[in-house]
T-cell receptor, first 115, second 113 residues
Framework: GAGVSQSPSNKVTEKGKDVELRCDPISGHTALYWYRQSLGQGLEFLIYFQGNSAPDKSGLPSDRFSAERTGGSVSTLTIQRTQQEDSAVYLC?????????????FGPGTRLTVL | AQSVTQPDIHITVSEGASLELRCNYSYGATPYLFWYVQSPGQGLQLLLKYFSGDTLVQGIKGFEAEFKRSQSSFNLRKPSVHWSDAAEYFCAVGRAAGNKLTFGGGTRVLVKP
């Protein structure tokens, strides 16, 4: 595809359930980022992948959050035992690599609502 | 730690008037600086970036920004706004290792006819 894609576009879940959010980066982009956008906290960095490794996980808010990337491409962000404060738009971005001021191309996001 | 401040939460401007959005950053070294725009229901789109060289950078859609090291600022400007410029604008700072972005709180721009 031409851009970063994310699925699902919307997810409504009940408190305590686990959710998986998927990101397909632009082909050939080795760097992949997850961010969260919420009313209270604005846009926050969550995790950065270079290839399949995650050298920076400093933004993950708790151990309920985890992410993986396979084949240097698709990434999945998993939230276990969701809480209402996890409600937000989760944005994925990719760039050619993470070593310089390369443009990060953002996907449309997944809006997560925890009831 | 790096941080970004956008002092104006909302700005209303008349169509055809000039626009300036303020951005101040805190970072211990020469930063990478970015401006992104987010239209309603859309993802983030890069307007322009600065990492070295000429401190006045040109971007897409007629936007420009000026890096002022002495003021730790990277203000965004457009000489004449169009109704389609109504959106939320985010300033961000990145760093060399991994280039994770730290965003400001955003400025929402409303364009009056």
């Amino acid at each position: 595809g031409a851009g970063v894609s994310q699925s699902p576009s919307n997810k409504v879940t009940e408190k305590g359930k686990d959710v998986e959010l998927r990101c397909d980066p632009i082909s050939g982009h080795t760097a992949l980022y997850w961010y969260r956008q919420s009313l209270g906290q604005g846009l926050e960095f969550l995790i950065y992948f270079q290839g399949n490794s995650a050298p920076d996980k400093s933004g993950l808010p708790s151990d309920r959050f985890s992410a993986e990337r396979t084949g240097g491409s698709v990434s999945t962000l998993t939230i276990q035992r969701t809480q209402q404060e996890d409600s937000a738009v989760y944005l994925c971005a990719s760039s050619l690599d993470g070593g310089g001021p390369n443009e990060q191309f953002f996907g449309p996001g997944t809006r997560l609502t925890v009831l | 730690a790096q941080s970004v401040t956008q002092p104006d939460i909302h700005i209303t401007v008349s169509e055809g008037a000039s626009l300036e959005l303020r951005c101040n950053y805190s970072y211990g070294a020469t930063p990478y600086l970015f401006w992104y725009v987010q239209s309603p229901g859309q993802g983030l789109q890069l307007l322009l970036k600065y990492f070295s060289g000429d401190t006045l950078v040109q971007g897409i859609k007629g936007f420009e920004a000026e890096f002022k090291r002495s003021q730790s600022s990277f203000n965004l400007r457009k000489p004449s706004v169009h109704w389609s410029d109504a959106a939320e604008y985010f300033c961000a700072v990145g760093r060399a290792a991994g280039n994770k972005l730290t965003f400001g709180g955003g400025t929402r721009v409303l364009v009056k006819p």
